[in-house]
């Protein structure tokens, strides 16, 4: 009995370290992710800044809540987007996109807090009748702080629990640290007709490698990893009621990597469109699968969706993994309400 009891508390208290350490990891292996990617365009890759088929320009914000069943402090990722096409008349056969972003990430019960502004700009020109190029990049301030009281290390656990009256050889230099960060992309579109559109696109995060510690500037702890991201997708009308929408999306950070794909598709409800069911499944590489379910009425676009746990961490979290949610809105401009559409639609 003795044994049993030694060994669950063993595994509590690994399972405990591990999360306390994660924050402080974090800093250095991967940055926030959404399971809708295709919902959060901007954080995605900088040259979707202005680049929407289907509007002039949208607004957006994005929420995702993580592992709260067995975190009391779970990860919450939040985010708002805006942006627009210009110079759509003064440019021959092209246009640019103006937008920007904030980003805002909870991490742990270190309360690790991250805070992303960005201002993004891209170029799109058309080639030909029936394809699109675009490139772009953003630039903006981040900032990051954490609580150390809040957190426990190894050296402070005496035999049976994190005894915060133990001193710990962890010293943080500050508890907080800003920087510039800089993200470039491009993207590449295909729409030979009216019911078929493809569209590609790559980026890098973090081309300029900021410096992100808080233990000082020799540590190991230094350097952010570029991130690279690439992602597919094809919008296909099939007929007046479905249009389906496969996405991938792969991205790398240092020895960390995330691939996720599926589909999901919209049911027209109305004559014209303007009221649709959307609904789809996207799994996540030896992680989770994603079931999502939405709708959209007169380009107002809501969607939920709720990462169910398929890995090993299933046994601690229930398969309960994270639930997500996004809100869209787009529209035109009061002297382009006619505007044709490069991308399928009802």
Same mark, same amino acid.
């Given at each position: ?21 994660? /924050? ?56 708002? %987007?805006?942006? $627009? ?5 003064? +440019? ?6 103006? #937008? ?11 309360? +690790?807090? =991250?805070?992303?502004?960005?201002? *993004?700009?891209? @170029?799109?020109?058309?080639?030909? +009748?029936?394809?699109?190029?675009? $490139? ?12 150390? $009281?809040?957190?426990? %290390? ?17 010293? %943080? ?18 729409? /030979? ?76 409800? =109305?004559? %014209? ?32 969706? @709720?990462?169910?746990?398929?890995? =090993? ?17 787009? #529209?035109?401009? /009061? ?5 044709? *559409? ?5």
């Amino acid at each position: 009995m003795f044994r049993i009891i030694k060994i669950s508390l063993l595994t509590h208290s690994l399972l405990f370290i591990a999360c306390c350490l994660l /924050p402080v990891a974090s800093l250095k292996a991967q940055d926030l992710h959404f399971s809708q990617f295709f919902n959060s365009p901007l954080v995605t890759n900088p040259a979707n800044t202005g680049f929407i088929p289907d509007a002039d320009y949208r607004l957006g914000v994005n929420y995702r809540n993580q592992w709260s069943s067995v975190m009391a402090v779970p990860y919450k990722t939040m985010s708002a %987007f805006g942006d $627009a096409q210009v110079f759509r008349d003064r +440019l021959e056969n092209g246009w640019l996109g103006l #937008g920007g972003i904030i980003v805002n990430d909870k991490a742990g019960s270190g309360s +690790l807090t =991250s805070t992303k502004v960005y201002g *993004s700009l891209a @170029y799109h020109q058309m080639l030909g +009748l029936s394809s699109l190029v675009s $490139a772009g990049f953003n630039i903006g301030w981040a900032n990051k702080h954490i609580n150390e $009281a809040k957190l426990k %290390f190894p050296d402070q656990f005496d035999g049976k629990f994190f005894n915060s009256s133990i001193p710990t050889g962890v010293a %943080f230099t500050n508890n907080y640290v800003s920087y510039i960060d800089v993200h470039a992309g491009m993207n590449y579109a295909y729409f /030979p007709d009216e019911n078929v559109y493809i569209n590609a696109g790559y980026s890098i995060q973090h081309a300029n490698r900021p410096k992100e510690t808080f233990f000082g500037d020799n540590s190991v702890y230094g350097r952010i990893p570029m991130r690279h991201t690439g992602f597919l997708n094809g919008i296909f009308k099939l007929n007046d009621r479905v249009i389906v929408n496969p996405n991938a999306y792969f991205t790398t950070q240092a020895k960390a990597t995330d691939l996720v794909f599926g589909l999901n598709a919209n049911y027209n409800l =109305s004559q %014209f469109g303007e009221q649709q069911l959307i609904a789809g499944v996207y799994y996540r590489l030896g992680d989770a699968v994603a079931p999502m379910l939405g709708v959209e009425l007169a380009n107002f676009q809501i969607v939920y969706s @709720y990462d169910v746990t398929l890995s =090993s961490m299933s046994k601690f979290n229930g398969y309960r993994g994270a639930s997500e949610i996004s809100i869209i809105k787009k #529209g035109f401009y /009061p002297d382009n309400v006619d505007r044709a *559409s490069i991308c399928p639609k009802f």
